[in-house]
């Protein structure tokens, strides 16, 4: 039987590397997201590439009150669940401006829990399911340029893991995947080094074999691994000191 992934925040760049990768597979593919319009070109691409079943449904990550509604009313009940919505943000911006500030922190952490909460409690009684989010290495300390999002991304890891504690029990995989940097529009402005910056066709890739290992946390670039082991273990004294 053909096993469906629903991915929620589809209309990125990092969602259409996991998209192809999975459809190349032989899913079949659920895209989720408010662009209705950019979906259907993702979709179309998606059918004249791989040939496979792929369909497009309106989704909102904070429009909460709904989301229940939403994931029971997909005709096909998804067998992978892919959270790849987020939003960087203005840090700036957001430090003096609430509704930024309250944007960042909902569309990072609230609206992933809010939609995963739902995803939960169905897989758990189907004793099956794969969840999958998609956080960042920016949670894993914060940092005075992006501490807002950061602080989100770190609730949302931090989530990840006692949703994995909790659901596998139930048969259900729960997977963290911190990418890094990553070439999308979403840092296009940004210079990033080379060997920290992965493709959205890695992403995919990466997530596409963590899933099949049945992987707890993945960096989509290993490199990220010691990079982070030595920024955690900074000392607060000398790190607050520090511009980054």
């Known amino acids: 039987m053909e096993e469906n992934v629903l991915i929620l925040g589809a209309a990125s760049d990092m969602a259409v590397g996991i998209a192809r990768k999975f459809a190349a597979e032989g899913y079949s593919i659920t895209l989720a997201g408010r662009n209705m319009d950019r979906l259907k070109a993702i979709e179309a691409d998606l059918k004249v590439r791989h040939n496979g079943n792929v369909s497009s449904v309106m989704f ?6 709904n989301h229940y509604n939403f994931y029971h009313s997909l005709p096909e009940k998804p067998d992978v669940v892919i959270s790849v919505f987020g939003l960087l943000g203005d840090q700036e911006e957001a430090q003096s401006d609430w509704k930024s500030c309250q944007e960042i922190l909902f569309s990072n952490y609230v609206g992933a829990v809010s939609i995963l909460n739902v995803v939960a ?11 999958v989010g998609i956080s960042s290495v920016a949670g894993e300390r914060g940092r005075q340029s992006n501490y807002l999002y950061g602080s989100a ?6 989530y990840l893991s006692g949703l994995r504690n909790r659901m596998f029990r139930h048969g259900v995989h729960v997977l963290t995947v911190k990418p890094g940097f990553v070439k999308t529009k979403m840092i296009e402005n940004m210079k990033t080094p080379g060997p920290l910056t992965a493709t959205p066709k ?3 890739e990466r ?3 963590a899933v099949k290992a049945k992987t707890d946390t993945i960096y ?3 490199i990220w691994s010691p990079v982070m082991i030595m920024i955690r273990n900074i000392p607060e004294g000398v790190f607050k ?3 980054l």
Do not use: Q
């Open 202 to 204: 890695e992403v995919g």
């Open 121 to 131: 409690n169905d897989f758990e009684k189907r004793k099956k399911g794969v969840i």
């Open 220 to 222: 989509v670039r290993p």
């Open 60 to 65: 909102d990550a904070l429009d909460f009150e």
């Open 241 to 243: 000191k520090m511009k």
């Open 207 to 209: 997530v596409f074999k």
């Open 153 to 158: 991304k770190a609730g949302f890891t931090s």
